[in-house]
């Protein structure tokens, strides 16, 4: 069973910086991709960015030119280097992995940025 674990959450003011970590833990032979997501209150759950398995990366408009997603693949994990923090970035977190082809969810980490 794999298992992702998200972590570096927390409260910072807007113009801040935050770094997320994600590690997947169990029997890995193979991280296809893996992605950010985030849900803030009352909305819907949005994609942040996502690396694929070469290293190559993508981003939502909202996000690009401010967070970056990287991966150590030694360790199996994944982060997310948040810059220029605003307070509508504030939402819950989320790691989403395609693990040897199955998904799996982490179990979210808080963000909030206050003004």
């Known amino acids: 069973q794999v298992q992702l674990v998200e972590s570096g959450g927390g409260l910072v003011q807007a113009g801040g910086s935050l770094r997320l970590s994600c590690a997947a833990s169990?029997?890995?032979?193979?991280?296809?991709?893996m992605c950010w997501y985030r849900q803030a209150p009352g909305k819907q759950r949005e994609l942040v960015g996502i690396?694929?398995?070469?290293?190559?990366?993508n981003y939502a408009g909202s996000v690009k030119g401010r967070f970056t997603i990287s991966r150590d693949n030694a360790k199996n994990t994944v982060y997310l280097q948040m810059n220029s923090l605003k307070p509508e970035d504030t939402a819950v977190y989320y790691c989403?992995?395609?693990?040897?082809?199955?998904?799996?969810w982490g179990q979210g980490t808080q963000v909030t940025v206050s003004s």
């Open positions: 989403y992995g395609l693990v040897d082809g199955a998904v799996y």
């Open positions: 169990g029997i890995i032979f193979s991280i296809n991709a």
């Open positions: 690396i694929f398995s070469g290293g190559s990366t």
